[in-house]
């Protein structure tokens, strides 16, 4: 059974969602006043991981990102570059759709903007009025903290008598713990006209409008950075469940990621890492297959640092994963090539190693999935696909294996079976084969075709017993990054691991 440790019970619960098959979550996106940073794309990352294996899971999920697309930070970008505020938030809503799609994560059910929900936004904060919970002063509308009679600060376990201003003193406010649900429109900010004169939604109102529009009340998952429970998801809490009182609670399973960290002193220490910050950059060093592999090796609500030094282990650990499976592979179609071409296939390899794999097999994907429904832990289950890759390697890289029909079928579950649990965490093992069987190597740019030539020229060189031609050709292959392991099956070929 799924469990998920849930913000506001502090504790690990199992997952019951409202409906029988189908899950409802809403995870908050970014304000759009520049290109997103690696922390930013941590969300993305982690909870389409968990929209991933609740659909592995069998459940149908329904899941809603908005974009705040009007916002105090924005409206300054915009006055600082002596533009519209929609001038910049459509060149980072158009920036942050590129970003996600270089990210390569599953798309949104839906992914709505502020400025698209003015009149729903509207009607909800005539709700908080009329159900005693709003007031209205100089046309901004507030938030009355000290009335809401439902344990305000439950999520984020804070005192009300101990709180500090949240938006500092607005004209009008009766305590410094309310918030705005509209704001007066100053002279030059944009507007929309309202019951209570021109003005903007306040930051907390529009995902309540959004979350209860597209997905109802009582939402099974609300997700987001841990930055975010207060006063953001507190105030969502208090807004919801006092437009609909008669509701119950606005959401069920509430999910924070941890946040990633930068030490100041690597930072001002390495040039390039302060402009990788920004995803966009990162992507031009790393695939997001590594950047996937960087973040889910450590669990999702555990803080992350940021360096190069983690990057990089996580290009090496993704290396040695794709090597395994570009091997698997070269030893199926070879053996598969070989036997058409001898119009016969050996029955039987070594029974013992069919069966210890299979066994592998089984213990491997009931590891992975006891570790997932441990409150999502791909930190654990990723080092359970890793031990299998280490297992598999052993048996097929010793001096007994034997390649036969049986143990190609065998490899084949192997190598489905591991990109099939990819895809959980949002990886394409597969485009990352291609890179190594199309053009690899290192930045000499030998393509698969010349290293074949090579491998072919170095055999026949072995066969006539001038090995010290062989051994120049196996010389220069290392040089431009290829390692050659001579098997029974022939030559096998993998990227060498930069140093």
Not at 186 to 215: D, F, Q, V
Request: proline content about 2%; hydrophobic content about 35%.
């Amino acid at each position: 059974m799924l469990k998920i440790y849930n913000t506001l019970t502090r504790k690990k619960e199992t997952f019951r969602p409202v409906m029988k098959d189908k899950v409802r979550m809403y995870v908050c996106g970014p304000t759009v006043y520049n290109y997103i940073s690696i922390g930013n794309a941590r969300p993305v990352i982690v909870f389409n991981m968990v929209r991933n294996y609740l659909e592995y899971l069998g459940y149908e999920v329904i899941y809603v990102q908005n974009v705040t697309d009007i916002d105090d930070k924005i409206i300054r970008k915009a006055n600082e570059e002596n533009v519209d505020f929609k001038t910049v938030a459509s060149k980072y809503i158009k920036a942050f759709t590129e970003d996600i799609k270089s990210l390569k994560v599953s798309s949104f059910t839906r992914m709505p903007l502020a400025s698209e929900m003015i009149e729903d936004i509207i009607n909800i904060i005539q709700r908080i009025i009329e159900n005693g919970y709003g007031y209205v002063a100089g046309g901004n509308v507030f938030f009355d903290v000290r009335k809401f009679d439902r344990n305000y600060g439950k999520l984020s376990g804070q005192n009300i008598e101990e709180m500090e201003s949240q938006e500092g003193d607005i004209f009008g406010k009766k305590d410094k713990v309310d918030f705005a649900l509209w704001k007066s429109a100053k002279p030059g900010e944009p507007y929309w006209n309202s019951p209570w004169g021109k003005g903007r939604p306040g930051w907390h109102i529009e995902c309540t409008a959004m979350a209860t529009k597209y997905l109802g009340h009582g939402i099974d998952i609300h997700g987001g950075g841990m930055d975010l429970i207060f006063p953001h998801h507190e105030n969502e809490i208090a807004q919801a469940e006092a437009a609909f009182p008669g509701k119950g609670a606005f959401v069920k399973y509430w999910m924070h990621n941890g946040m990633i960290e930068v030490r100041e002193e690597k930072m001002s220490k390495s040039a390039g890492l302060e402009e990788n910050w920004i995803l966009r950059n990162l992507l031009k060093s790393y695939s997001h297959n590594v950047i996937k592999m960087y973040m889910l090796t450590t669990h999702y609500r555990s803080p992350l640092e940021f360096n190069e030094e983690k990057l990089e282990e996580s290009r090496k650990a993704l290396e040695r994963l794709i090597n395994t499976l570009v091997n698997i592979r070269f030893l199926i179609e070879s053996y598969k090539q070989k036997s058409r071409t001898l119009h016969m296939f050996q029955e039987h390899s070594s029974a013992r190693a069919d069966s210890e794999i299979d066994s592998m097999l089984d213990k491997c994907h009931n590891d992975f999935v006891e570790s997932m429904n441990d409150d999502f832990n791909s930190a654990k289950a990723l080092s359970h696909l890793f031990e299998l890759v280490k297992k598999v390697n052993s048996i097929i890289q010793s001096a007994d294996f034997v390649m036969a029909d049986s143990m190609s079928k065998t490899l084949e579950r192997v190598y489905n079976m591991i990109n099939e649990l990819g895809v959980i965490f949002g990886f394409d093992f597969e485009e990352e084969i291609m890179k190594i069987t199309s053009r690899t190597g290192d930045s000499k740019d030998i393509d698969r075709e010349e290293i074949e030539r090579l491998i072919r020229l170095r055999q026949e060189a072995r066969k006539n017993k001038d090995f010290k031609l062989a051994d120049e050709i196996r010389d220069e292959l290392y040089e431009k990054g290829i390692i050659l392991e001579d098997r029974r099956e022939g030559t096998i070929w993998k990227v060498r691991e930069k140093e």
